[in-house]
């Protein structure tokens, strides 16, 4: 795939201190396969379906140990003036940019409302080689609780254009560039333990969402929502054994009627 639009969501990668662990779920889950381990990087991993690069899964650097997390990141042309107005509008550098050998430039970023997220600047690696088929990337939300603070940063630091969605029971706004709709934002309800922070959840495509909640769940994965049929496909969300959250989608399992958005 060609290097993306400024603001598409481009690559996601996510840390583990059990990689070979991630490697036996999300292969059994997604189908992926991954390649060689690259010490160089601090043994980065690719994931592929059908020899396409999907994601990615790294041990954490020294100091980095936590509980594991996916982090997503958007395409930018010049990470350096990415992260200073990311600066600028409140957000905080966690990572400076970085030169990743030919492949590209990378930072690491957390929005003011407590979303940590990844800008990348393609060099050789332009990102997500396949999206929207089985086992590659499809979809991506934040959830936060401050949803008026998340909408002014990303839309001031991105080319954003934002629609809300006409539902009164949720907040949720989408984010488009150009003519595509490319990230969602969704208010967090007291349904969210108060620990949990804000975060960017990933959704991966799957043939069947029952059958790989099923298999996660055997796996040692927990189920926590779903599934659940949608306009967008059937869906669920899930934490791995080592606690990263994401979420499954058949996107040709669809029921009832898209809703309506209106321009902010």
Same mark, same amino acid.
């Given at each position: 795939?060609? =290097?993306?639009?400024?603001?598409?969501?481009?690559?996601?990668?996510?840390?583990?201190?059990?990689?070979?662990?991630?490697?036996?779920?999300?292969?059994?889950?997604?189908?992926?396969? +991954?390649?060689?381990?690259?010490?160089?990087?601090?043994?980065?991993?690719?994931?592929?379906?059908?020899?396409?690069?999907?994601?990615?899964?790294?041990?954490?650097?020294?100091?980095?140990?936590?509980?594991?997390?996916? $982090?997503?990141?958007?395409?930018?042309?010049? &990470? #350096?003036?990415?992260?200073?107005?990311?600066?600028?509008? !409140?957000?905080?550098?966690?990572?400076?940019?970085?030169?990743?050998?030919?492949?590209?430039?990378?930072?690491?970023?957390?929005?003011?409302?407590?979303?940590?997220?990844?800008?990348?600047?393609?060099?050789?690696?332009?990102?997500?080689?396949?999206?929207?088929?089985?086992?590659?990337? $499809?979809?991506?939300?934040? +959830?936060?609780?401050?949803?008026?603070? #998340?909408?002014?940063?990303?839309?001031?630091? +991105?080319?954003?254009?934002?629609?809300?969605?006409?539902?009164?029971?949720?907040?949720?706004?989408?984010?488009? =560039?150009?003519?595509?709709?490319?990230?969602?934002?969704?208010?967090?309800?007291?349904?969210?333990?108060?620990?949990?922070?804000?975060?960017?959840?990933?959704?991966?495509? &799957?043939?069947? $969402?029952?059958?790989?909640?099923?298999?996660?769940?055997?796996?040692?994965?927990?189920?926590?929502?779903?599934?659940?049929?949608?306009?967008?496909?059937?869906?669920?969300?899930? !934490?791995?054994?080592?606690?990263?959250?994401?979420?499954?989608?058949?996107?040709?399992?669809?029921?009832?009627?898209?809703?309506?958005?209106?321009?902010?």
């Amino acid at each position: 795939m060609a =290097v993306q639009p400024e603001g598409t969501p481009c690559w996601a990668d996510a840390m583990f201190s059990d990689v070979e662990g991630a490697k036996r779920f999300y292969g059994d889950v997604l189908g992926w396969t +991954f390649g060689e381990s690259s010490p160089q990087y601090g043994n980065y991993t690719q994931a592929y379906v059908d020899g396409k690069a999907v994601a990615a899964v790294v041990p954490p650097m020294p100091g980095q140990e936590g509980q594991s997390q996916w $982090c997503l990141y958007f395409s930018s042309p010049d &990470v #350096a003036a990415t992260a200073q107005k990311i600066r600028d509008h !409140g957000g905080e550098i966690l990572m400076e940019p970085m030169k990743v050998g030919d492949f590209g430039t990378m930072c690491l970023a957390r929005e003011p409302s407590g979303a940590v997220f990844g800008v990348w600047q393609a060099g050789t690696h332009e990102g997500f080689e396949a999206t929207g088929t089985p086992g590659a990337y $499809c979809w991506a939300e934040v +959830f936060t609780r401050e949803p008026e603070k #998340a909408d002014t940063f990303l839309s001031a630091v +991105f080319p954003y254009r934002m629609k809300q969605m006409d539902d009164h029971a949720v907040d949720f706004r989408v984010f488009d =560039v150009a003519e595509n709709t490319v990230l969602g934002r969704m208010k967090m309800t007291d349904d969210f333990p108060p620990e949990v922070p804000s975060y960017i959840n990933v959704y991966f495509t &799957v043939d069947d $969402c029952d059958q790989a909640v099923e298999r996660a769940v055997k796996l040692g994965g927990v189920l926590r929502f779903g599934p659940l049929s949608s306009p967008f496909g059937r869906f669920a969300a899930l !934490g791995d054994p080592q606690g990263a959250n994401f979420s499954v989608i058949d996107i040709t399992t669809t029921e009832g009627q898209m809703p309506s958005v209106s321009d902010v």
